[in-house]
């Protein structure tokens, strides 16, 4: 994960052994917002169609990176 992505949302890291296997970066802060943003655009049937289909992960990524520059200020 990079700077750019803001990071790990939920890693889960084994305090004894942070190499162990069940130690997970998590998500990206940018996956999860992005995530987010989805769930609240297809709550709307004027949005969720089929046509628009190609368009709503565009749009949710667009919003997750808002929200990253808006918490980088």
Same mark, same amino acid.
């Given at each position: 994960?990079?700077?750019?992505?803001?990071?790990?949302?939920?890693?889960?890291?084994?305090?004894?052994?942070?190499?162990?296997?069940?130690?997970?970066?998590?998500?990206?802060?940018?996956?999860?917002?992005?995530?987010?943003? #989805?769930?609240?655009?297809?709550?709307?049937?004027?949005?969720?169609?089929?046509?628009?289909?190609?368009?709503?992960?565009? #749009?949710?990524?667009?919003?997750?990176?808002?929200?990253?520059?808006?918490?980088?200020?």
């Amino acid at each position: 994960m990079t700077p750019a992505d803001g990071g790990a949302a939920f890693p889960s890291v084994c305090l004894d052994d942070p190499g162990h296997p069940a130690s997970m970066p998590g998500m990206s802060l940018r996956d999860w917002f992005a995530g987010q943003a #989805l769930t609240g655009i297809v709550c709307d049937p004027k949005i969720a169609t089929e046509t628009n289909a190609r368009f709503i992960p565009e #749009l949710a990524y667009a919003l997750a990176d808002a929200m990253l520059r808006e918490r980088a200020k």
